[in-house]
């Protein structure tokens, strides 16, 4: 897939590779390296969030692309130790005219879900960038 459909600095800079993005579910795949590890050599607990974050986000974007959405709250559970190439699916479980009700599970290259998380997004047609102004989401143009 070609990416995210918006520039996301932070999720090309951890190098998360979108590989399903409709219907209201996602998928991200996740090479970590060794900068995103703990001092227990596994995946650190704030980039499964991140890709939990995103998963769950872009699962609420794939049924209505031309917005945006931002995050309300999110709850996540770690079940074990993360490790090696990780792939996050997300699924849109509700949704309303301007909210999303969504989940996550990472899995490691085995197959075993490491981590579950619980989301509610805004969907949000700008990002707002001061007290009275908002800046359109910053789309990747491909024209």
């Known amino acids: 897939m070609a990416g995210f459909g918006v520039k996301i600095p932070f999720v090309d800079h951890l190098g998360f590779e979108l590989t399903r993005f409709e219907g209201g579910e996602s998928e991200i795949v996740y090479e970590p390296r ?33 917005m945006g959405v931002v995050t309300i709250e999110m709850k996540t559970t770690f079940m074990q130790p993360a490790r090696g190439r990780l792939t996050a699916k997300g699924r849109l479980v509700h949704r309303t005219a301007t909210m999303a009700f969504t989940e996550s599970t990472i899995y490691d290259e085995a197959g075993r879900a490491c981590a579950h998380a619980t989301g509610t997004f805004k969907y949000v047609p700008r990002l707002p960038i001061g007290p009275r102004s908002t800046q359109q989401l910053d789309v990747i143009r491909t024209d």
């Open 34 to 66: 060794p900068e995103h590890l703990n001092s227990f050599g596994v995946v650190h607990g704030g980039a499964s969030m991140t890709l939990h974050d995103v998963s769950m986000a872009t699962a609420a974007r794939s049924v209505e692309q031309s």
